[in-house]
């Protein structure tokens, strides 16, 4: 076998070995039902803030703990918690996508990104 | 729907701006049809003259877009959707600049100008290249023009127009129903804050300029596989390459540091979708230039120096469409707006890939190619091998930040990893190492052969390497093996370079350019790992008060609590946040650090100001504010602050009998009764109308300072009434109550201030030798330039 040949195949294992890493890395968009049976296993969940329930930050007494119910896609409802503040403009998110695993009967969100109305581009003219 | 005629409209800019897109669009094409033909038909020069007056048409044109749009955006014409969205009245001049590539048109349209500018260029220095050369920038300038167009054809709607009227966007709004609506549209939408940054004037220019020059060295290999002449290209193109991927790499550099000096993300990387997109297309193309020094040097490798200049440009145009076609959704933190041109970007992108490559295979026999393997001790062979760890690095990345799009095409559920970050870094660090290492060893070797003296001096390099590397590896602290295997890549890199530098530094520095770019990269890479793996987020919580009893042992807390004015032990520092202060829309929060030497005395002290913006739209936006030390830098920003401060609230109501000369204590500090006066001046108080009227003169001693400070009692029509003297900075306030003229003394309640709701919430970073990722960047772009200017001088 000459060199180019295994130069060659090396790439193609490497390049293999890159697509494996992808699939075994990634997570996966799913629901608090799925999240509940894999408890610590980490999964994005995308969903709603429940406004009826209340959210709970309080920095006086604890600058890192931030909680409140979140209903995902399939309308299953549960608390998550936040070791971070309260994200800006949470209030005014349309969707929240929540990165984290279940801890029990609470999600433990490492991250959380916000979906605003499109932030600056809500085409409200104020008058 | 009736027609109305509107009043205060300025319809002229928006008409004149208009029709400029359309000329530039449809004269893109007649110069692309020219440029086509006048290669075609070389003797024929009606064709290169007509296509010289189109390309000069189009850039007026493109000049006079340019100059309508600014007018609306200086002007505040609000009833332009664009000056509306993306501007407000009380924007500076240099943020104005901004909101013109706040939007995707107007980043389209800085993409249009480059593309011109660098055509005007090459109308200068193309010489017989011109006419190929020119036929495939035009191809991708009439690709990006019709993204402006904003016309509707049947029933799809080609590109977005940055000269649409606000009524038109809206047309269901009532309010457009009015012929005077203008009068009601106050101010427009503003900037966004997080744009709001002198670095935001800076870096999507360059960044820009970077995309766009990638399209020469593309046109350049596209033009010799048109042609069939498959070695002169090299010569023009490679000057084009180097200045791309220096201005490019500025600008991902530039974003890093915008990122890092205003963004709350806590660092200059995150291995964001959007980032990835930039990075990419870079690392491609320096393969590419990698790739191409060695064809001119050997002959050898052709083909994949054309394929990887083709592909550096379609990486652009994959970047683009990642980034502007809202797939990336749910993935990145930037938040970029669907116009509904995925499907007119996804034809860009096709048209560009499917001409590539039909080009390729069908020239594919006719491309020069070498007989035999390269022989292992030679420069070309590890130069080679560097280039393709590039590409595998380039692969990898790619691979993870289309997983939307891989989500979209099979109709799959994949999420980006849950740690990113570490993702990426088990990749991307071992391919560091080895193009570390690999800077070293291709540079060390010669071309074609070499003797035994070549491995000789490398193996003394890398013995001092090793040496420095363990010295080093004590003294940054470190504590991984994997990093040794880094820094080790990082030291040799530099120490062969330098060292093969060192013959070029008396006056012919301008030879050198190479081994400049790679000391500077090799800086880069020990600044890059030092700054994140000794990166130490310093606000962990250790008050001691009691954490809320669900808080579960996740190791991320790390905000801390500050109350205004209460000094709190944070690492090696005693931190306290002062006050508060409003600059323009901005609120500054000034936290004074202290640092502690190992005896606990203080070593220095030194004050930040991160701030927030309460943005009516996004709430709190917050900048971070940061020490530079030449060691290590001190980031700082806001994470939360209370919601409503509203009006100051009073409590710890105390009552003082005291008289002359004795003292008031409080917790804020304490007061003395310096005497009684009747003659009180008081201001806003009408004197006359008081039968008995007194002040009692109070010198207040907090901590650091003294105040003076008179609460006032009155008697007015027989009933008493007092006046309270507030101490802002001690947060104190005083009210005189009462006299007893028995006891020659006096009756007064000491108040402090609810400091309760007066705080912030705080994030600290440390970052070790951050310097040597910017000093990096700098020295690799200056070995650069160097390269650039050796070469142009090569055309000569």
Request: glycine share 6%.
């Amino acid at each position: 076998m000459n060199r180019t040949s295994i130069i060659g195949l090396v790439i193609i294992a490497l390049a293999i070995g890159a697509i494996v890493s992808m699939y075994g890395d990634a997570s996966t968009y799913e629901n608090f039902e799925v999240a509940k049976e894999n408890p610590g296993k980490e999964y994005h969940i995308v969903g709603v803030l429940n406004r009826e329930k209340e959210k709970y930050y309080d920095p006086q007494k604890d600058a890192n703990y931030f909680t409140f119910y979140l209903i995902d896609e399939k309308g299953i409802e549960s608390k998550v918690v936040y070791h971070n503040p309260e994200p800006a403009d949470f209030d005014r998110s349309e969707k929240i996508v929540i990165v984290g695993s279940m801890e029990g009967e609470q999600f433990e969100a490492s991250k959380i990104l916000l979906k605003c109305p499109s932030k600056y581009t809500d085409n409200q003219v104020k008058t | 729907m009736e027609s109305v005629t509107f009043i205060g409209e300025h319809l002229f800019w928006g008409n004149l701006g208009h029709t400029a897109v359309v000329v530039s669009f449809i004269s893109s094409i007649l110069a692309f049809i020219s440029y086509f033909f006048a290669e075609k038909n070389p003797l024929d020069q009606s064709w290169s003259k007509l296509a010289k007056y189109a390309f000069q048409l189009h850039s007026l044109a493109v000049l006079t877009i340019i100059g309508a749009l600014f007018k609306i955006i200086y002007s505040h014409y609000f009833e332009y959707h664009y000056a509306w969205q993306h501007s407000s009245r009380d924007l500076p001049v240099h943020f104005m600049i901004s909101c013109f590539w706040e939007g995707q048109e107007g980043s389209f349209l800085l993409w249009i100008f480059w593309q011109m500018v660098i055509g005007q260029i090459l109308l200068r220095s193309a010489k017989s290249w011109l006419n190929p050369v020119m036929a495939v920038l035009m191809l991708s300038q009439i690709a990006l023009t019709s993204m402006l167009l904003g016309v509707k054809i049947i029933s799809y709607k080609l590109g977005s127009s940055p000269f649409e009227l606000l009524r038109n966007v809206m047309s269901n709004a009532p309010i457009f129903q009015q012929a005077d609506y203008l009068s009601k549209v106050k101010d427009g939408n503003g900037l966004n804050p997080l744009l709001q940054n002198y670095w935001m004037v800076i870096h999507p220019p360059t960044l820009f300029f970077g995309f766009a020059t990638t399209v020469v060295p593309f046109a350049y290999a596209i033009a010799a596989l048109w042609r069939r002449d498959y070695s002169e290209w090299l010569k023009p193109a490679l000057p084009w390459a180097l200045i791309s991927s220096m201005v490019l790499g500025a600008g991902i550099i530039m974003g890093g540091f915008w990122a890092y000096e205003s963004l709350s993300f806590g660092g200059y990387w995150a291995w964001d979708p959007v980032e990835n997109a930039s990075l990419v297309p870079w690392l491609i193309l320096i393969a590419g230039i990698h790739v191409m020094i060695i064809h001119k040097s050997t002959g050898n490798s052709y083909i994949v120096a054309v394929i990887l200049i083709i592909t550096t440009f379609l990486l652009v145009l994959y970047a683009t469409f990642l980034t502007r076609s809202g797939i990336l959704g749910n993935s990145s933190v930037h938040s970029f707006t669907d116009l509904g041109m995925s499907g007119q970007l996804l034809v860009f992108l096709l048209f560009f890939v499917v001409m590539a490559v039909a080009l390729i295979v069908w020239r594919w026999k006719e491309m020069p190619r070498s007989a035999k393997d390269e022989e292992i001790y030679t420069r070309e062979f590890w130069m080679f091998i560097g280039s393709l760890v590039l590409v595998i690095s380039s692969f990898q990345i790619t691979l993870t930040t289309s997983i939307p799009v891989f989500n979209k095409m099979f109709s799959a559920n994949m999420a980006p990893p849950a740690d990113v970050i570490s993702h990426y870094n088990k990749w991307q660090m071992p391919m560091a190492i080895i193009i570390g290492v690999l800077t070293a060893v291709a540079h060390l070797l010669k071309y074609k052969k070499n003797g035994p003296e070549g491995l000789k001096r490398m193996g003394i390099y890398a013995a001092i390497s090793l040496v420095l590397t363990i010295a080093l590896y004590f003294g940054f602290e470190l504590k991984n093996f994997i990093y040794a295997g880094l820094l080790f890549a990082g030291v040799f890199g530099i120490v062969a370079n330098f060292m093969l530098l060192l013959p070029f530094l008396r006056g012919k520095i301008k030879l050198a350019g190479a081994s400049v770019a790679h000391v500077g990269f090799g800086l880069l890479l020990i600044g890059v790992l030092v700054s994140s793996a000794n990166k130490e987020v310093i606000s962990i919580n250790d008050s001691g008060k009691p954490i809320n009893p669900e808080a579960s042992s996740k190791e991320n807390v790390e905000n801390i609590y500050l109350e205004r004015n209460t000094p709190h032990k944070m690492g090696d520092y005693i931190i306290t946040y002062v006050k508060d202060s409003q600059h323009w829309v901005n609120t500054y929060y000034q936290v004074n650090y202290q640092k502690l030497d190992a005896d606990g005395n203080v070593d220095y002290t030194f004050n930040l100001y991160p701030n927030g913006q309460i943005n009516p739209k996004m709430g709190l936006v917050a900048n971070p504010d940061t020490k530079h030390y030449f060691s290590h830098d001190v980031f700082t920003y806001v994470s939360s602050v209370p919601s409503n401060k509203g009006e100051a609230k009073f409590i710890n109501e105390k009552r003082h009998e005291v008289g002359v000369g004795d003292t008031i204590f409080t917790n804020n500090g304490y007061a003395i009764l310096k005497g009684v006066n009747s003659n009180t001046e008081a201001e806003k108080i009408d004197v006359n109308n008081f039968q008995v009227l007194l002040g009692a003169e109070l010198k207040v001693y907090t901590l650091s300072k003294e105040y003076d400070a008179m609460p006032m009692y009155g008697v007015q029509n027989n009933a008493a009434t007092s006046y309270e003297a507030l101490v802002d900075e001690a947060k104190l306030k005083f009210r005189f109550i009462g006299v007893n003229p028995q006891n020659q003394k006096v009756t007064i309640l000491s108040y402090e201030q609810d400091m309760s709701g007066d705080f912030v919430i705080m994030k600290a970073i440390v970052f070790p030798w951050i310097n040597l990722v910017w000093a990096g960047t700098i020295i690799m772009i200056v070995g650069f330039f160097l390269s650039i200017i050796k070469r142009m001088g090569d055309l000569k």
